[in-house]
């Protein structure tokens, strides 16, 4: 089979709960819990960290900077990164398409400090055949660029590329491309969507 299938990673295989980080960092901060969500979730410090144009340590000090954040690298980065939960059914039917033969891949906007929290606590993450993160390649979806990484690195193209991610904007990038695009909304309506395509 042709057929090549990449999975979005937050909200798809792990969910994610930023307010988790923040509390913990708000803690050890001068700012207020509000502060800090609005600056991990929404500032241009974790844009630049997602694209690769801040290091794990530029971005631990511009944080630093911001909200007087009195813990380590080590610290921040523990806060930082362990905010993931899996979702089992979406886990289930990675590996089920994975028994079926199918390569399969991860295709995420994200940064090291998540890459490797999630690497070290899910097993499931170490069986996909490759790996596109936007701090890597230095764009983020929906531009067109991570998606031309992922057609080289899994090197299809068009239909033979199904695509699942939660958010509309990235989908549409892919279904652009010509990619078999689904937008996750809950496991129930993916597992249908994906067994209408034959997978």
């Known amino acids: 089979m042709n057929t090549v299938v ?6 798809v ?3 994610f709960d930023y307010s988790i980080a923040a509390r913990k960092i708000a803690a050890r901060s001068k700012k ?8 991990i979730e929404q500032s241009r410090f974790i844009l630049d960290y997602e694209t690769g144009r801040l290091t794990r340590r530029e971005f631990y000090a511009q944080v630093r900077e911001a909200t007087g954040f009195s813990g380590t690298l080590e610290e921040f980065g523990g806060f930082f990164a362990d905010i993931f939960t899996e979702i089992p059914p979406m ?7 994975r028994q079926r033969g199918i390569a399969t891949y991860i295709f995420s906007n994200t940064n090291d400090l998540a890459v490797e929290h999630v690497r070290r606590n899910f ?10 993160y936007s701090y ?3 764009t983020m979806k929906p531009d067109p660029g991570i998606y031309e990484a992922l057609e080289k690195l899994a090197n299809r193209r068009g239909a033979d590329i199904v695509y699942l991610d939660d958010r509309p904007e990235n989908v549409a990038g892919g279904a652009a491309r010509g990619w ?10 993916t597992r249908a969507a994906v067994e ?4």
């Not at 289930?92 to 398409?97: P, Q, V």
């Open 32 to 39: 207020s819990l509000a502060e800090i969500r609005v600056l």
């Open 136 to 138: 890597e390649v230095g």
């Open 123 to 132: 097993p499931f993450f170490a069986n996909f055949d490759g790996y596109i």
């Open 91 to 97: 886990v289930e039917l990675h590996a089920r398409i």
């Open 6 to 11: 990449a999975f979005d990673l937050g909200k």
């Open 180 to 189: 078999q695009a689904i937008l996750h909304e809950t496991p129930e309506k």
């Open 13 to 15: 295989l792990v969910d």
């Open 196 to 199: 209408k395509l034959g997978l």
